[in-house]
């Protein structure tokens, strides 16, 4: 029953900043301009943000919360550097999630959802060859998150996104993920043809070997790299 005395919650303001400078983090995270381990100084974003200190120190409150910024008493707040461990069980659950998306998505997919997302494959393969290498990567992460989508749980989405950045942030370290960029788009072909068949157990036999491969891969890469 609603209170007639008045409402419950005063109105929200049009823009929250402290999520908008929390969205800035997130960005400079994922892109590699804050690196692991690196301190992210509250009057330094503060004073490039323009706002005060309050806000931001609320934005990195948050991103602690998910795991992506730790603090350091008397040190301040530093982006989180995962360790091998770390992100093996990020892939871990990375895996979980995107198996049973996927085997949802195969039931609900239309027509005009599978020429997305063979059209996000070769959009993929487009950018090896013009060198954007970055933004391929940035792309990839689309792929798997469409077919998050396609499988109708926005709750799996929602992780997903939050999974995908603790991985950028701590593959941000590496500085590479293959030494063949064209080995990331063709690997999703056996992707692209299972969602053509419509073979659901296929789909899911192929999507566990691409993302197992893509583990191993930035896994022993990160305990040569960073260990």
């Known amino acids: 029953m609603m209170n007639d005395e008045g409402p419950l919650f005063s109105e929200l303001e049009s823009t929250d900043l402290a999520s908008r400078i929390a969205d800035q983090v997130l960005k400079a995270i994922g892109d590699g301009r804050l690196r692991p381990g690196e301190k992210v100084g509250e009057a330094r974003l503060a004073r490039e943000l323009g706002t005060s200190r309050a806000p931001v120190r609320e934005a990195l409150r948050l991103l602690e ?124 072909d056996p992707l692209i043809e299972a969602l053509r068949a419509r073979d659901a157990e296929r789909l899911r036999r192929e999507l566990r070997e691409h993302l197992e491969d893509a583990r191993i891969h930035v896994i022993q890469l990160y305990r040569g790299d960073a260990g």
């Open 65 to 188: 919360s998910q795991g992506l910024i730790v603090t350091h008493p008397r040190r301040g707040f530093f982006v989180h550097a995962y360790d091998a461990d770390e992100l093996d069980d990020i892939y871990d659950l990375r895996e979980c999630l995107e198996l049973h998306a996927a085997s949802a998505a195969v039931a609900r997919m239309t027509e005009a959802d599978f020429d997305r997302l063979a059209a996000q494959v070769e959009r993929m393969k487009r950018l090896v060859d013009e060198g954007q290498l970055k933004e391929q990567v940035e792309q990839d992460y689309a792929f798997h998150r469409m077919l998050c989508v396609l499988g109708g749980n926005m709750r799996i989405v929602r992780m997903f996104d939050q999974i995908a950045l603790q991985l950028r942030a701590g593959i941000a370290l590496l500085g590479r993920v293959y030494d063949d960029p064209r080995e990331i788009a063709r690997s999703h």
